[in-house]
T-cell receptor
Framework: DSGVTQTPKHLITATGQRVTLRCSPRSGDLSVYWYQQSLDQGLQFLIQYYNGEERAKGNILERFSAQQFPDLHSELNLSSLELGDSALYFC?????????????FGPGTRLTVL | AQTVTQSQPEMSVQEAETVTLSCTYDTSESDYYLFWYKQPPSRQMILVIRQEAYKQQNATENRFSVNFQKAAKSFSLKISDSQLGDAAMYFCAYRSFSGGYQKVTFGTGTKLQVIP
């Protein structure tokens, strides 16, 4: 158990809908990262937040947005869902400080878009 | 942009034998970390080993070790005395600190099969 929690574990929805994925980082970790892993693919970095502020952006679609709240939990919002958005979405957190190395991954949320 | 290449989609090894997984990367930066993550069928991402680019000594964690060749931009993972529990997808990852931000790039993975 990495200490990172993600809810829900599974999510099934229809095209065009909007969903919210939630992540709680390890206690004390200020950085949160979101990744997308499509079937049998590697992880695509989406976005990073540090203490409530966006720090880095990867291949995140305009239909996707994220935020980190004062209690440090983060939410990833996916809208106008398409079939291709079906994937495993991981959240990871890392220890405090602008320069940290190890990311601890949550168990992921499996999103299925029908 | 940084890229990470894992040229072996699948590998197999006999139990108790040694296997090496390859990873190459492309970067113009000098300050970065490299990682190997394991993803078993449970899909959990588990850190196996990490290497800091400024350290010449190869990292070792029990049965796992790396061969880090900075000039060649190569970062291979050696698993000794392979066990059935080592069967998983293995991802190589690169993290830079360019501009104070952490950007992470993952390879496409190598699926390791361990044969009893």
């Amino acid at each position: 158990d990495s200490g990172v929690t993600q809810t829900p574990k599974h999510l099934i929805t229809a095209t065009g809908q909007r969903v919210t994925l939630r992540c709680s980082p390890r206690s004390g970790d200020l950085s949160v990262y979101w990744y997308q892993q499509s079937l049998d693919q590697g992880l695509q970095f989406l976005i990073q937040y540090y203490n409530g502020e966006e720090r880095a952006k990867g291949n995140i679609l305009e239909r996707f947005s994220a935020q980190q709240f004062p209690d440090l939990h983060s939410e990833l919002n996916l809208s106008s869902l398409e079939l291709g958005d079906s994937a495993l979405y991981f959240c990871a957190s890392s220890p405090s400080g602008p320069r940290t190395d190890t990311q601890y991954f949550g168990p992921g949320t499996r999103l299925t878009v029908l | 942009a940084q890229t990470v290449t894992q040229s072996q989609p699948e590998m197999s090894v006999q139990e108790a034998e040694t296997v090496t997984l390859s990873c190459t990367y492309d970067t113009s930066e000098s300050d970065y970390y490299l990682f190997w993550y394991k993803q078993p069928p449970s899909r959990q991402m588990i850190l196996v080993i990490r290497q800091e680019a400024y350290k010449q000594q190869n990292a070792t964690e029990n049965r796992f070790s790396v061969n880090f060749q900075k000039a060649a931009k190569s970062f291979s993972l050696k698993i000794s005395d392979s066990q059935l529990g080592d069967a998983a997808m293995y991802f190589c990852a690169y993290r830079s600190f360019s501009g104070g931000y952490q950007k992470v790039t993952f390879g496409t993975g190598t699926k390791l099969q361990v044969i009893p």
